[in-house]
C-alpha cells in the first residue's frame, strides 16, 4: 500500500493524539479495566487508551458487529405497526488493531458483504469506521499468526498504521510511534495528527529495521490448504470424538474470538413498543441450531466442537478463501478445558 | 480414611483390569501454570473415543496417556463437570476437596450413580490463579513463568519478578472449608491439614453490613463486565438442566442485550436456582472470560443457606438439600 506520509508521534503526546481523534469520533482502543485486564473497549478518555496491552482479551469485533445491535424498532397500535430504523452510525475509530485482528475485519468482511444478502447493519458500520492498525515486537507465546501467514508489523487493509519504536536511553522500551497515514480515510484524521513532525531520514530507517526484523522472525508456515483438504475428508471420522472430548461447550472460545460472528435475533418488547435485535451467540450452544420442532442437527458437543474446526479451518477457505482464524490466541488463553487449537490443527494434520 | 495410592498407578489399574471405562483427570496444559483434563479411555470402554484403532495402537495410547497425568496446584478445573457426559459408564474421576463436593450434590440429587463411580481424592492446598498473579506482578506476565521451589518467577518488562506459590492461589481456596475430598475411594496424596476459618470472611461481613446503595452500585458494575456467554453455567457441575431457563426461548424468560439488567436477571434466576445446591467450587468464577465476580454472589448466597438451614452444600449424600425437601415440622405454614 502507498504510504500518504508518516508523523512521529512521541508516547507521551499519544493522549492529545487520541483526544484529538475522540474529536467527532467514538474510539475503540485497547484498555485495561479495573481488574487489571486488556480489553477492547470504547474509551471515555484518552488516558485510557493502553499501549502496554498485547492482545487484549476483549476482540475488536464489536465495533462492527455490537454485542447488542438494534435493527429496527416498532410500535404497534390499533393493529397497525410503525417500524423505525435505527439512526446511521456515527463515525468510528477502531484504534490499535494487532495484524492478525485487521485480517479478523478481512473474515468479516468477507462474510457480511457475502452475495445475496450482504448485511446492511455491518456494510453500515464498517464504512464509518477508520480503521488504525499498531505494529506488534512482542512475542506472546500464545500468539501464532505468524504461522498463518501475517507479519505482526504488517500494515495492509489498514487506513493508518502506529510502528512503535524504541529510542533514546531505553532501548527496548517503545518511546515512539511512527504514524502511517496509508488511505483517503487516514488522510482525513489531517487535524488529529498535523500537529506532529514528519518522519526524518533516521525514523525512515528504524521503521524499516523494525519491519525488517519483523520478517526475519519467520516461522514454518501452517499448510492450510492440506488442512482443508484433510477436513473435508474425516467429517465423520472417530477422531472428533476425540477433540470434544475435554470440551465443555462453554461458548467462551467462540465469543472472544475475533472472526466468530454468529448472532441470535431476538425481541425486546415492552408494551406496544418493541426493537428486533441482534446478539451473540455461538455454534457451541445446543440452542443455537434447535429447530423449531425440537430437531437438532447438532445434537452432541462433538458435532459442535466439529463444527467450531471445520467453519475456521474448512468452510471458510472454501468459500472465501480466507481461513476463519487469525492466530491470536485468545480461544487459547480463555478456555477453561485449556483446549488449544494449535495442538488440534496438529492432530488433525498427523491424522492418517 | 481412604487407601493412599499412586495416582498414575491406581489409573493403570483401573483401566487395564477394566474397572472403569473411562479416567478422568489432569495433564500439563499448553500454556504456563496450567493443567488440562485428561480423558483416558480404557480397554473396556464400550463407547471408545477410538473405535477404529488397532489393538496395540489403543494400547499405547492409553499407556501413554496414564503416563501423562499429573496432580499439583495447576489443576484448577472441576472435573466433575464431565460426569455428565460419561453417565452410563463406570467412570474414575480425580477430585480436590472442593470438587468432591460437587460429586455429593450429583448424588443427592441423583444425577450419578455411586455404582459406577470411582472417587481419586486429591487432597489440596490450594490451586494458583493466574490472573491474579498477573496482577500481583502489574503484567500480562501470567504467559511466561518458571517456578523456582515456593516461588513463581516472571519475565516482566524486562525484569525478573517473583511471588510466592501461596500469594498466588484463589481466594476461594485461602477460604476452603474441606482442603481434603470429603468422598473417594483412594487418596493419591497425605492429607492435608485443615485451617479454622471464621464463619464469615470479613469480605462477606462488610458486604452484609454496607448500605443497599453500596450493595448496588457494586453489584451493578460486576454485572456490567458480563457478556452474557453463560460460560460460568456451562461450567458449573450443577447447572445440568436440558433447558435452562436461560435458553427458554418460547416464550424468551431472559433477554441477552448489553443492558446490565440482562445479565442481573440472569444470574438473580441463577443464584436462586443454586441455593443449597452451590458448592462453592469456584468453576464459574474460574471460566469466565471477563473476571466476573461470581465469588461474592455465591458466597452470600451460601452463607445465607448455612444461616438460615443449618445446610452446606455437597457435605453429606445421605442429607437431602433444603429446597429439595419437605417437613410437616416446618414453621411455615403455608407448606405444612
Ligand atoms: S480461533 Fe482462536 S486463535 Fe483463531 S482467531 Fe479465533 S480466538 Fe484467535
Ligand atoms: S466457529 Fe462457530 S461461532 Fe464461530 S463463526 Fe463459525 S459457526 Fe459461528
Ligand atoms: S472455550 Fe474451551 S471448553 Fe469452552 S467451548 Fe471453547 S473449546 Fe469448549
Ligand atoms: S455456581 Fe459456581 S461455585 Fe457454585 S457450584 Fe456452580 S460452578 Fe461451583
Ligand atoms: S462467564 Fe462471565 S461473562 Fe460469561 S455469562 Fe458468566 S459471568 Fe457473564
Same mark, same amino acid.
Given at each position: 500500500?502507498?504510504?500518504? &506520509?508518516?508523523?512521529?508521534?512521541?508516547?507521551?503526546?499519544?493522549?492529545?493524539?487520541?483526544?484529538?481523534?475522540?474529536?467527532?469520533?467514538?474510539?475503540?482502543?485497547?484498555?485495561?479495566?479495573?481488574?487489571?485486564?486488556?480489553?477492547?473497549?470504547?474509551?471515555?478518555?484518552?488516558?485510557?487508551?493502553?499501549?502496554?496491552?498485547?492482545?487484549?482479551?476483549?476482540?475488536?469485533?464489536?465495533?462492527?458487529?455490537?454485542?447488542?445491535?438494534?435493527?429496527?424498532?416498532? +410500535?404497534?397500535?390499533?393493529?397497525?405497526?410503525?417500524?423505525?430504523?435505527?439512526?446511521?452510525?456515527?463515525?468510528?475509530?477502531?484504534?490499535?488493531?494487532?495484524?492478525?485482528?485487521?485480517?479478523?475485519?478481512?473474515?468479516?468482511?468477507?462474510?457480511?458483504?457475502?452475495?445475496?444478502?450482504?448485511?446492511?447493519?455491518?456494510?453500515?458500520?464498517? =464504512?464509518?469506521?477508520?480503521?488504525?492498525?499498531?505494529?506488534?515486537?512482542?512475542?506472546?507465546?500464545?500468539?501464532?499468526?505468524?504461522?498463518?501467514?501475517?507479519?505482526?508489523?504488517?500494515?495492509?487493509?489498514?487506513?493508518?498504521?502506529?510502528?512503535?519504536?524504541?529510542?533514546?536511553?531505553?532501548?527496548?522500551?517503545?518511546?515512539?510511534?511512527?504514524?502511517?497515514?496509508?488511505?483517503?480515510?487516514?488522510?482525513?484524521?489531517?487535524? =488529529?495528527?498535523?500537529?506532529?513532525?514528519?518522519?526524518?531520514?533516521?525514523?525512515?530507517?528504524?521503521?524499516? &529495521?523494525?519491519?525488517?526484523?519483523?520478517?526475519?522472525?519467520?516461522?514454518?508456515?501452517?499448510?492450510?490448504?492440506?488442512?482443508?483438504?484433510?477436513?473435508?475428508?474425516?467429517?465423520?471420522?472417530?477422531?472428533?470424538?476425540?477433540?470434544? &472430548?475435554?470440551?465443555?461447550?462453554?461458548?467462551?472460545?467462540?465469543?472472544?474470538?475475533?472472526?466468530?460472528?454468529?448472532?441470535?435475533?431476538?425481541?425486546?418488547?415492552?408494551?406496544?413498543?418493541?426493537?428486533?435485535?441482534?446478539?451473540?451467540?455461538?455454534?457451541?450452544?445446543?440452542?443455537?441450531?434447535?429447530?423449531?420442532?425440537?430437531?437438532?442437527?447438532?445434537?452432541?458437543?462433538?458435532?459442535?466442537?466439529?463444527?467450531?474446526?471445520?467453519?475456521?479451518?474448512?468452510?471458510?477457505?472454501?468459500?472465501? +478463501?480466507?481461513?476463519?482464524?487469525?492466530?491470536?490466541?485468545?480461544?487459547?488463553?480463555?478456555?477453561?478445558? +485449556?483446549?488449544?487449537?494449535?495442538?488440534?490443527?496438529?492432530?488433525?494434520?498427523?491424522?492418517? | 480414611?481412604?487407601?493412599?495410592?499412586?495416582?498414575?498407578?491406581?489409573?493403570?489399574?483401573?483401566?487395564?483390569?477394566?474397572?472403569?471405562?473411562?479416567?478422568?483427570?489432569?495433564?500439563?496444559?499448553?500454556?504456563?501454570?496450567?493443567?488440562? *483434563?485428561?480423558?483416558?479411555?480404557?480397554?473396556?470402554?464400550?463407547?471408545? $473415543?477410538?473405535?477404529?484403532?488397532?489393538?496395540?495402537?489403543?494400547?499405547?495410547?492409553? $499407556?501413554?496417556?496414564?503416563?501423562?497425568?499429573?496432580?499439583?496446584?495447576?489443576? #484448577?478445573?472441576?472435573?466433575?463437570?464431565?460426569?455428565?457426559?460419561?453417565?452410563?459408564?463406570?467412570?474414575?474421576?480425580?477430585?480436590?476437596?472442593?470438587?468432591?463436593?460437587?460429586?455429593?450434590?450429583?448424588? @443427592?440429587?441423583?444425577?450419578?450413580?455411586?455404582?459406577?463411580?470411582?472417587?481419586?481424592?486429591?487432597?489440596?492446598?490450594?490451586?494458583?490463579?493466574?490472573?491474579?498473579? $498477573?496482577?500481583?506482578?502489574?503484567?500480562?506476565?501470567?504467559? #511466561?513463568?518458571?517456578?523456582?521451589?515456593?516461588?513463581?518467577?516472571? @519475565?516482566?518488562?524486562?525484569?525478573?519478578?517473583?511471588?510466592?506459590?501461596?500469594?498466588?492461589?484463589?481466594?476461594? %481456596?485461602?477460604?476452603?472449608?474441606?482442603?481434603?475430598?470429603?468422598?473417594?475411594?483412594?487418596?493419591?496424596?497425605?492429607?492435608?491439614?485443615? *485451617?479454622?476459618?471464621?464463619?464469615?470472611?470479613?469480605?462477606?461481613?462488610?458486604?452484609?453490613?454496607?448500605?443497599?446503595?453500596?450493595?448496588?452500585?457494586?453489584?451493578?458494575?460486576?454485572?456490567?463486565?458480563?457478556?452474557?456467554?453463560?460460560?460460568?453455567?456451562?461450567?458449573?457441575?450443577?447447572?445440568?438442566?436440558?433447558? %435452562?431457563? $436461560?435458553?427458554?426461548?418460547?416464550?424468551?424468560?431472559?433477554?441477552?442485550?448489553?443492558?446490565?439488567?440482562?445479565?442481573?436477571?440472569?444470574?438473580?434466576?441463577?443464584?436462586?436456582?443454586?441455593?443449597?445446591? %452451590?458448592?462453592?467450587?469456584?468453576?464459574?468464577?474460574?471460566?469466565?472470560?471477563?473476571?466476573?465476580?461470581?465469588?461474592?454472589?455465591?458466597? !452470600?448466597?451460601?452463607?445465607?443457606?448455612?444461616?438460615?438451614?443449618?445446610?452446606?452444600?455437597?457435605?453429606?449424600?445421605?442429607? !437431602? *438439600?433444603?429446597?429439595?425437601?419437605?417437613?410437616?415440622?416446618?414453621?411455615?405454614?403455608?407448606?405444612?
Amino acid at each position: 500500500m502507498m504510504t500518504r &506520509e508518516i508523523r512521529i508521534i512521541p508516547l507521551s503526546e499519544m493522549p492529545a493524539f487520541v483526544g484529538a481523534l475522540m474529536q467527532g469520533h467514538k474510539v475503540l482502543a485497547p484498555t485495561r479495566n479495573d481488574d487489571g485486564l486488556c480489553v477492547f473497549a470504547w474509551l471515555a478518555a484518552p488516558e485510557q487508551a493502553d499501549w502496554t496491552c498485547g492482545i487484549p482479551q476483549v476482540p475488536p469485533k464489536q465495533a462492527f458487529l455490537p454485542r447488542t445491535e438494534i435493527l429496527f424498532t416498532y +410500535h404497534r397500535e390499533k393493529g397497525r405497526e410503525t417500524i423505525t430504523p435505527p439512526p446511521a452510525p456515527e463515525p468510528q475509530i477502531a484504534l490499535g488493531l494487532h495484524p492478525c485482528d485487521v485480517q479478523a475485519v478481512k473474515v468479516l468482511d468477507a462474510v457480511f458483504s457475502a452475495e445475496p444478502s450482504p448485511d446492511q447493519p455491518y456494510l453500515a458500520r464498517r =464504512a464509518a469506521t477508520t480503521l488504525i492498525g499498531r505494529g506488534f515486537t512482542e512475542q506472546d507465546p500464545l500468539v501464532f499468526c505468524r504461522e498463518l501467514g501475517i507479519d505482526p508489523m504488517d500494515n495492509r487493509d489498514c487506513d493508518a498504521f502506529l510502528v512503535p519504536l524504541a529510542g533514546g536511553q531505553a532501548e527496548h522500551t517503545t518511546s515512539r510511534m511512527a504514524l502511517e497515514i496509508l488511505t483517503d480515510k487516514g488522510v482525513a484524521l489531517r487535524l =488529529a495528527y498535523d500537529g506532529f513532525p514528519k518522519a526524518g531520514v533516521e525514523d525512515l530507517a528504524a521503521i524499516a &529495521e523494525a519491519r525488517k526484523q519483523s520478517a526475519a522472525r519467520g516461522v514454518p508456515l501452517l499448510d492450510m490448504a492440506v488442512i482443508q483438504r484433510r477436513l473435508e475428508n474425516i467429517f465423520n471420522s472417530d477422531l472428533w470424538n476425540r477433540i470434544h &472430548e475435554p470440551c465443555v461447550g462453554c461458548g467462551a472460545c467462540a465469543f472472544l474470538c475475533p472472526t466468530c460472528h454468529c448472532f441470535d435475533i431476538q425481541e425486546e418488547v415492552m408494551g406496544q413498543d418493541g426493537a428486533r435485535v441482534r446478539v451473540w451467540d455461538t455454534c457451541q450452544f445446543d440452542l443455537f441450531t434447535r429447530h423449531a420442532s425440537g430437531h437438532n442437527p447438532r445434537l452432541s458437543q462433538k458435532e459442535r466442537s466439529r463444527q467450531r474446526i471445520m467453519h475456521k479451518f474448512s468452510y471458510g477457505v472454501g468459500k472465501f +478463501h480466507i481461513p476463519f482464524c487469525v492466530g491470536c490466541g485468545r480461544c487459547i488463553a480463555v478456555c477453561p478445558a +485449556h483446549n488449544d487449537v494449535r495442538q488440534i490443527l496438529k492432530e488433525i494434520s498427523d491424522f492418517k | 480414611m481412604p487407601k493412599q495410592v499412586d495416582l498414575k498407578t491406581i489409573a493403570r489399574d483401573l483401566l487395564t483390569k477394566g474397572k472403569v471405562e473411562v479416567f478422568i483427570g489432569y495433564q500439563a496444559a499448553s500454556l504456563p501454570l496450567a493443567a488440562a *483434563p485428561l480423558i483416558i479411555h480404557g480397554a473396556k470402554d464400550s463407547v471408545d $473415543a477410538s473405535q477404529s484403532m488397532a489393538p496395540d495402537a489403543e494400547r499405547d495410547m492409553m $499407556a501413554r496417556k496414564v503416563a501423562a497425568l499429573i496432580f499439583d496446584d495447576r489443576c #484448577e478445573m472441576n472435573l466433575v463437570n464431565y460426569l455428565h457426559k460419561f453417565k452410563d459408564r463406570k467412570t474414575a474421576v480425580v477430585v480436590k476437596g472442593c470438587d468432591s463436593r460437587s460429586v455429593v450434590g450429583l448424588l @443427592q440429587e441423583k444425577q450419578v450413580d455411586r455404582k459406577n463411580l470411582v472417587i481419586i481424592g486429591a487432597p489440596c492446598r490450594g490451586v494458583v490463579d493466574r490472573r491474579h498473579v $498477573a496482577k500481583l506482578m502489574g503484567c500480562d506476565a501470567s504467559r #511466561e513463568v518458571d517456578r523456582e521451589g515456593e516461588h513463581f518467577r516472571f @519475565q516482566c518488562a524486562g525484569s525478573w519478578k517473583r511471588v510466592k506459590v501461596a500469594d498466588a492461589i484463589y481466594t476461594a %481456596c485461602r477460604e476452603c472449608q474441606v482442603h481434603n475430598p470429603v468422598i473417594a475411594d483412594y487418596w493419591i496424596g497425605a492429607p492435608v491439614p485443615q *485451617p479454622d476459618l471464621p464463619e464469615l470472611t470479613a469480605e462477606m461481613e462488610a458486604l452484609r453490613k454496607a448500605s443497599p446503595d453500596h450493595r448496588w452500585t457494586r453489584f451493578h458494575k460486576e454485572m456490567s463486565k458480563c457478556i452474557l456467554c453463560y460460560a460460568c453455567r456451562n461450567l458449573c457441575p450443577a447447572c445440568y438442566c436440558k433447558t %435452562c431457563f $436461560a435458553d427458554a426461548c418460547k416464550p424468551k424468560w431472559v433477554g441477552r442485550t448489553d443492558d446490565p439488567s440482562d445479565a442481573m436477571l440472569f444470574h438473580l434466576q441463577r443464584l436462586m436456582h443454586l441455593g443449597g445446591r %452451590c458448592t462453592g467450587c469456584g468453576a464459574c468464577v474460574r471460566g469466565c472470560p471477563m473476571n466476573v465476580d461470581l465469588r461474592l454472589y455465591n458466597d !452470600h448466597l451460601r452463607s445465607h443457606v448455612k444461616q438460615e438451614y443449618g445446610f452446606m452444600a455437597g457435605m453429606d449424600s445421605a442429607v !437431602h *438439600p433444603p429446597l429439595a425437601m419437605y417437613s410437616m415440622g416446618d414453621c411455615n405454614e403455608f407448606i405444612r
